[in-house]
T-cell receptor, first 111, second 112 residues
Framework: GENVEQHPSTLSVQEGDSAVIKCTYS??????FPWYKQELGKRPQLIID?????GEKKDQRIAVTLNKTAKHFSLHITETQPEDSAVYFC??????????FGAGTQVVVTP | ETGVTQTPRHLVMGMTNKKSLKCEQH?????MYWYKQSAKKPLELMFV???????ENNSVPSRFSPECPNSSHLFLHLHTLQPEDSALYLC???????????FGPGTRLLVL
């Protein structure tokens, strides 16, 4: 089955700097890669996603890149703000439609 | 925020109790999921239902029993739980299996 590894587990950035979270996956048939943000005490919420036929996708300050050959994808947050502090989860969906989530990255943005 | 709802939001139960968690989605989705979220661990998929049929049971102990009477409702029946079952239980739904999942707010469960 699919195995998703996510790094780093914690990330502390200065406000205004960029944050990058990386995930690797094992199943070359995986074709859908969503990213979720979970603020303390709240539900995970989809922030951006990418499909295997696209290499990069951007939405304002967040972007996701996908390297199918290397089987890794990354979340990029630019000009970080305190409200970006949360746990971020990557996921990969295999051809059977099964989601496998990464372990999560705790992002702390310090003013 | 109200697309997927869960009740109760908090639950404390003894190891001999029987309780049920409820999830309801108002998005017209066909697939529903139960996840367990423990501290310092990845989201653990427990069960998947697609068009009311269970399509996945991720080696979940029998003390957890899911029920999906229709595409909009999902239950998780709990009995004789263990303290290590204390966690946040999240429900999610998607249009189809493998598509974007939308999560409910979760039920914070404490087993004493």
């Amino acid at each position: 089955g699919e195995n998703v590894e996510q790094h780093p587990s914690t990330l502390s950035v200065q406000e205004g700097d960029s944050a990058v979270i990386k995930c690797t996956y094992s199943d070359s048939a995986s074709n859908y890669f969503p990213w979720y943000k979970q603020e303390l005490g709240k539900r995970p919420q989809l922030i951006i996603d990418i499909r295997s036929n696209v290499g990069e996708k951007k939405d304002q300050r967040i972007a996701v890149t996908l390297n199918k050959t290397a089987k890794h994808f990354s979340l990029h947050i630019t000009e970080t703000q305190p409200e970006d502090s949360a746990v971020y989860f990557c996921a990969a969906t295999d051809s059977w439609g099964k989601f496998q989530f990464g372990a999560g990255t705790q992002v702390v943005v310090t003013p | 925020e109200t697309g997927v709802t869960q009740t109760p939001r908090h639950l404390v139960m003894g190891m001999t109790n029987k309780k049920s968690l409820k999830c309801e989605q108002h998005l017209g989705h066909n697939a529903m999921y139960w996840y367990k979220q423990s501290a310092k661990k990845p989201l653990e998929l427990m069960f998947v239902y697609n068009f009311k049929e269970q399509t996945e049971n991720n080696s979940v102990p029998s003390r957890f029993s899911p029920e999906c009477p229709n595409s909009s409702h999902l239950f998780l029946h709990l009995h004789t739980l263990q303290p290590e079952d204390s966690a946040l239980y999240l429900c999610a739904s998607s249009q189809g299996q493998g598509e974007t999942q939308y999560f409910g707010p979760g039920t914070r469960l404490l087993v004493l």
